[in-house]
């Protein structure tokens, strides 16, 4: 069974621009979440989607978007990047909840420069 | 609110020696912890949860309610060991549904 797929594995961006994330569940995962992970905070809560639904929401500016399409896949958007904004973004799949297990991708590393 | 803390950002042991990694949950609800590592070059992964009262790779981590602790606990080190190690709290959100709210890790480091 294919597991979390990430896309791009790398992106570089300039201050000021906007960036889209890809992720793709395992197949059957209706809950994707997107964590933005950094060596001073660890790993923090950004989103979780369910059935094309924000079912929650981290305290990150509204700069941080998402949606989630009828395939269960996944984007997450940040525009007007700020240099702070560079981190490894994981998204991770659950079946329903993660009460049962959150499965993660390998992740986005976004540098913006 | 919800909150994990894990008090200690890296953690040195001698392989063989027992391992102890510190964690502690702030809730008002019942909550449901768990234990995620990150193995070098891995994706982060489930290791174990206080539901489940499992040893995984040797690992065991009793919830204690009373200290509102998770720590997880090995009573002989192995070299394979070494990775990040994030404790994880499921609990429920201002907007109604379960969450999952992480610490910032602690990086254990078997030292051979």
């Known amino acids: 069974k294919a597991g979390v797929t990430q896309t791009p594995r790398y992106l570089i961006k300039t201050r000021g621009q906007q960036v889209t994330l890809s992720c793709s569940p395992i197949?059957?995962?209706?809950?994707v979440s997107w964590y933005q992970q950094t060596p001073g905070q660890g790993l923090q809560f950004l989103f979780e989607?369910?059935?094309?639904?924000?079912?929650n929401k981290g305290n990150f500016p509204g700069r941080f978007s998402g949606r989630q399409f009828s395939n269960s896949r996944s984007e997450m958007n940040v525009s007007t990047l700020e240099l702070g904004d560079s981190a490894l973004y994981l998204c991770?799949?659950?079946?329903?909840?993660?009460?049962?297990?959150?499965?993660f991708g390998q992740g986005t590393r976004l540098t913006v420069v | 609110a919800q909150r994990v803390t894990q008090p200690e950002k890296l953690l040195s042991v001698f392989k063989g020696a027992p391992v102890e990694l510190k964690c502690n949950y702030s809730?008002?609800?019942?909550?449901?912890l768990f234990w995620y590592v990150q193995y070098s070059r891995q994706r982060l992964q489930l290791l174990l949860r206080?539901?489940s009262r499992e040893s995984i790779k040797g690992f065991t981590a009793d919830l204690n309610k009373g200290e509102t602790s998770f720590h997880l606990k090995k009573p002989f080190a192995q070299e394979e060991d070494s990775a990040m190690y994030y404790c994880?709290?499921?609990?429920?959100?201002?907007?109604?549904?379960?969450?999952?709210?992480f610490g910032t890790g602690t990086r254990l480091t078997i030292i051979p």
């Open positions: 989607y369910f059935s094309e639904t924000q079912r």
């Open positions: 809730y008002s609800g019942s909550p449901e």
């Open positions: 994880a709290l499921m609990g429920v959100s201002n907007f109604g549904n379960e969450k999952l709210t």
């Open positions: 197949s059957g995962h209706r809950s």
């Open positions: 206080h539901i």
């Open positions: 991770a799949s659950s079946l329903v909840t993660v009460r049962t297990e959150a499965f």
